[in-house]
């Protein structure tokens, strides 16, 4: 059976301090054994990653995390891996020992609501504690709003309402995701897929954002062809109706456009991915930054996900030489990959980001408010290529938001 892809499941992380029962609710809410508990503070180490089906959630990702008052070296290095692991959370919850609440219960709840992770409160070891008379009431420095919950991994107390405190925090973007494109085209509209064979593509299979494009149009019940862009003259030439929009790979745009008539709509999965992951009017202000690139300024190269790099890399290769050519000389590049990043560095004049196709919406959006808040504009692997192909004007006019934001951000520093 085909995984949903994790890029769009749930993903529900625990923090909290050593030995409250991280772990061991984890195991009580999947119902396996995913992750080791102990007696001994520190059992968890490095971040435990469990997918699953959960009704009503449907699928999700919990991940369970090392305690945030490790100290010493190692423990240090653990808080930091743990609070990494808070970029991937759409939703958290903040475990403790009974009603205990102290310093590091209150850094993590501020890093949470600084992040905007809605988060709830599980008092573990209800078993344990003695129950304070009437509901479980939180700290005083808690908002009224977050939900504190007595929970007993061990017994099973509590954990039908921790499900439902899940469901009902989940963000709305995490759980309903916005069509890629089927919102674009008419009833039984045509769509054209521009999909290139090249060395780059893999063996014998698509990559995720076409195989979401022709899911979705299936979905909307569209008519969808796909073909690469050799055949696209030919495809164009025998429809009877020209199609009402042509998607296509950023690695051809710049025969696509000449190929596609310019009343056809045109636009590129990057454009697509950038709007269904993250917020696209937010990227093509960030490509419109890179119009006043200049020699020798600094610029981040970001990856959501470290596959092996191949002949050719486009993030090692293709981009640098693009993005020199649009600054006009030598610029500074830095490379980040992986599902959680460093910390952005307000030098960088522009970050350009991958389409993010293994993490989810939350994640991105999580990525490009980081960004924001270090003063870095950030725009995408597709729009940079489009525009430094001249045709991201054309890629963007189905969005009249997003191009408004291009020009903008063109026009003004
Ligand atoms: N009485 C009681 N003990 C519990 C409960 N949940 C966990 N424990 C015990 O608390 C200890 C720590 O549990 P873990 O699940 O390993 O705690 P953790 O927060 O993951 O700990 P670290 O990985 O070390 O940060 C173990 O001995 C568990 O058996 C509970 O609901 N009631
Ligand atoms: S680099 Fe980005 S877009 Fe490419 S596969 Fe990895 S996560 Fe997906
Ligand atoms: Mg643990």
Known sequence: MMETPKGLRLHIALFGRRNVGKSSLLNALTGQQVSIVSDTPGTTTDPVEKTLEMAPLGP??????AGLDDAGELGELRTERSLRVMQRADVALLVTEGESWGEHEARIAALLREREIPFAVVQNKADAYPAAPGRAHGPGVLEASVSVIRASARDGLGLAEVRAALERLAPERALHQPPLLSDLLPDKGVLALVVPIDTGAPKGRLILPQVQAIRDSLDGRKL?????????????????????????DSQVVHKVDRDTPSDIPMTTFSVLMARFKGD???LAQGAGALTRLTPGDAV???????????????ARVKLPRLLQKLAGGELRIAWSAGKEFPEYDGAYKAVVHCGGCVITR????????AAAASGCPMTNYGMAISLAQGVLRRELSPFPDALRAFEAACAHP
Do not use: N, W, Y
């Open 280 to 282: 696209l009017t937010a």
């Open 300 to 314: 981040l190269i970001q990856e959501a996900c470290s596959h092996h790099p191949q002949k050719d890399d486009i």
């Open 60 to 65: 999700v990702v919990f991940l369970d995390t």
């Open 224 to 248: 969808c062809m796909v073909v690469t862009e050799e055949e696209l003259p030919d495809a164009l030439g025998r429809l009877r109706h020209a199609p009402d929009l042509v998607v296509c």
């Open 362 to 369: 939350g994640q991105m959006l999580a990525r490009l408010r």
